[in-house]
């Protein structure tokens, strides 16, 4: 077992090559670590309840239980040196049960932060961030008197769960909240929510931070584009000025140093149009934006996240090539797969997942480029991603 110090807040002080690192989360995101943690010479382990899932694929072990199975995450625990997860709906209070175990050098704090977005949006703006305006709100008075402040349109999200846009409402009048009124009404009930203000914003990006617990670094800005409030594509660098650059970078140090971070940490953000930068919501792990560095970086969002939970020390990654990503979606499969052969600079990442569905993330590509507009618009005239296009754009 890895030695561990109260100093360090149980974080592993340097984890040895041939040590194992057990993951919480079988999906992509949990592949690319293995991925990276077994070129750095660890052992892998990975809890998920699909047999074979995308991560046991390169794992040396899996455990076939779900995410919240506590006897399940002991058994991971003992069989591991070190614990982290590739997803934020994780059992905080069963990783605490097993930190005499194991360690779990993210510690929990960042979890039940990132878990609540009452929390989250608190512990920003606690930290010098600006968020959008926000209530918390668990009744319709509540809702009704932070409209009155907010005012439409606003958007209600529930304080935990949902992602690419599940457990959200947009509220942008009142035959908009008699919706919502009338959900409750037929047993929906009001789930403790939280309401935000739009913002009035450019477009949107995110930033990549990473940490050891004592020492951070900062990926590139990325520009990010969403369809179906969905992830399309990602734009390494984003083009801002040097003020908005420096404020992402500012506020991704601040916030790191907050928690001390250890691993990787995504940071979504809005760039307005007068060049502020308002943080929109954290990812307390790699994130789809980031798998641009892969192939774009010195090292990538992994490498980082595999250094920080094993104690390694970091250096500030470079960014070699602009690059751009583009999300690989159940339907995109068999286009994408029938230009394979014409697109030598497609750089192809296949998740191994069994089941093809509409809308599921089965893949990505990316192209490295020294013009990212032209890339953009050779990627969109392959016609893989037309069900993605703006209906104005498909005539």
């Not at 209600?156 to 909240?177: C, E, F, I, M, P």
């Not at 450019?202 to 990926?219: C, D, P, R, Y």
Request: glycine share 8%; with cysteine; aromatic share 6%.
């Amino acid at each position: 077992m890895p030695s561990l110090s109260e100093e360090t807040n149980g974080r592993v002080e340097r984890l040895m090559p041939g040590s194992t690192i057990g993951i919480i989360g079988g999906g992509q995101l949990g592949r690319m670590m293995a991925l990276s943690a077994r070129y750095m010479g660890f052992r892998v382990g990975v809890l998920d309840p699909t047999p074979d899932c995308p991560t046991a694929q390169v794992a040396d072990f899996q455990i076939t239980a779900e995410y919240d199975d506590k006897t399940a995450i002991h058994d991971l625990a003992v069989k591991s040196d070190v614990l982290t997860y590739e997803f934020e709906n994780v059992d905080a209070d069963a990783i605490d049960e097993v930190r005499g175990i194991a360690a779990a050098p993210q510690g929990t704090d960042l979890l039940r932060v990132t878990q609540d977005r009452v929390n989250e949006k608190q512990f920003i703006n606690d930290h010098g961030t600006a968020t959008a305006p926000w209530r918390a709100v668990n009744n319709f008075d509540e809702l009704d008197a932070a409209l009155d402040e907010i005012h439409y349109p606003a958007v209600l999200k529930t304080r935990s769960g949902g992602y690419d846009g599940h457990g959200q409402t947009v509220l942008r009048s009142d035959a908009d909240l008699e919706q919502v009124r009338a959900r409750g009404d037929r047993g929906g009930g009001f789930p403790p929510s939280i309401l935000e203000g739009f913002v009035d914003f450019a477009f949107e990006a995110s930033i990549l931070v990473s940490g050891n617990g004592k020492e951070f670094v900062t990926f590139p800005i990325v520009r990010n584009e969403h369809r179906n409030n969905i992830l399309h594509m990602t734009i390494a660098p984003a083009e801002v000025s040097e003020s908005v650059a420096r404020k992402a970078h500012e506020l991704a140090l601040r916030l790191a140093k907050g928690f001390e971070l250890a691993g990787t940490l995504a940071i979504e953000l809005f760039i307005t149009k007068d060049d502020d930068v308002i943080v929109n919501e954290l990812a307390p792990r790699p994130h789809n934006s980031g798998h641009y560095t892969i192939e774009a970086c010195s090292f990538d969002q992994f490498d980082a996240h595999i250094r920080g939970i094993a104690g390694w020390p970091l250096e500030q990654p470079k960014l070699l090539s602009p690059a751009v990503m583009v999300n690989v979606l159940g339907q995109h499969v068999e286009p994408t797969r029938a230009l394979i052969a014409e697109h030598p600079e497609w750089n192809v990442h296949d998740y191994g997942k069994a089941e093809v569905r509409h809308d599921r993330k089965m893949g990505h590509i990316t192209v490295l480029t020294d013009d990212t507009a032209a890339t953009v618009e050779a990627l969109e005239s392959t016609g893989c991603w037309d069900d993605l296009r703006p209906r104005d754009a498909k005539a």
